[in-house]
């Protein structure tokens, strides 16, 4: 496994539609691989194989929610690893939710989008085959920022507004009553 450069600003792998994934090869393997050390390493929650310039509709998600009280005796938080290959979002909710959001590829700025409040994903897990993810809340806009960067689409794209857009201070980013995870 290897942490990869994410690419940022204006990259042209940032801009370009990812090709499908046709087989899973040792290749797509590996990157799978980069992938979560990459995003790890970041942090993040969420990376896309364009913001490491690979050209493949693949796409990792690690989330777990957060108590809303933290306990005393916190054990930490349990979090999920998605790997989707070739997700597409199936179905979304009527209902649209406005949040903050950051960017492994846009360092220091956040900016307000409105997502989809929850959606089912379709895709392929690691080894090739089907699968359906349903998702809501916060997880549910992970899924759909890593998605758009499939399609070459930055978060900054989605803005409520360009006044939403403001750079952040590292270290600062838990100002205020907003999640300031760096998604992907």
Same mark, same amino acid.
């Given at each position: 496994?290897?942490?990869?450069?994410?690419?940022?600003?204006?990259?042209?792998?940032?801009?370009?539609?990812?090709?499908?994934?046709?087989?899973?090869?040792?290749?797509?393997?590996?990157?799978?691989?980069?992938?979560?050390?990459?995003?790890?390493?970041?942090?993040?929650?969420?990376?896309?194989?364009?913001?490491?310039?690979?050209?493949?509709?693949?796409?990792?998600?690690?989330?777990?929610?957060?108590?809303?009280?933290?306990?005393?005796?916190?054990?930490?938080?349990?979090?999920?690893?998605? @790997? %989707?290959?070739?997700? *597409?979002? =199936?179905?979304?909710?009527?209902?649209?939710?406005? &949040?903050?959001?950051?960017?492994?590829?846009?360092?220091?700025?956040?900016?307000?989008?409105?997502?989809?409040?929850?959606?089912?994903?379709?895709?392929?897990?690691?080894?090739?085959?089907?699968?359906?993810?349903?998702?809501?809340?916060?997880?549910?806009?992970?899924?759909?920022?890593?998605?758009?960067?499939?399609?070459?689409?930055?978060?900054?794209?989605?803005?409520?507004?360009?006044?939403?857009?403001?750079? @952040? %201070?590292?270290?600062? *980013?838990? =100002?205020?009553?907003?999640?300031?995870?760096?998604? &992907?």
């Amino acid at each position: 496994m290897t942490v990869r450069e994410i690419v940022v600003g204006d990259h042209p792998a940032l801009r370009r539609k990812a090709r499908k994934i046709v087989k899973v090869t040792p290749e797509i393997r590996k990157l799978i691989e980069d992938l979560i050390e990459t995003m790890r390493d970041a942090p993040g929650v969420g990376l896309a194989a364009p913001q490491v310039a690979a050209n493949e509709r693949l796409i990792v998600v690690e989330y777990g929610e957060e108590p809303d009280e933290p306990a005393e005796t916190a054990e930490p938080i349990k979090k999920k690893l998605y @790997v %989707v290959l070739n997700p *597409e979002i =199936a179905w979304a909710s009527e209902e649209t939710v406005v &949040g903050t959001e950051g960017c492994l590829s846009v360092p220091g700025w956040l900016g307000d989008v409105s997502r989809y409040e929850a959606i089912t994903v379709k895709g392929l897990n690691r080894e090739g085959h089907k699968i359906t993810i349903k998702v809501e809340g916060w997880l549910a806009r992970i899924f759909q920022h890593e998605i758009d960067h499939l399609d070459g689409i930055l978060y900054t794209a989605k803005l409520v507004s360009p006044d939403t857009l403001r750079r @952040v %201070v590292e270290g600062q *980013e838990e =100002a205020g009553d907003f999640r300031a995870e760096a998604i &992907g």
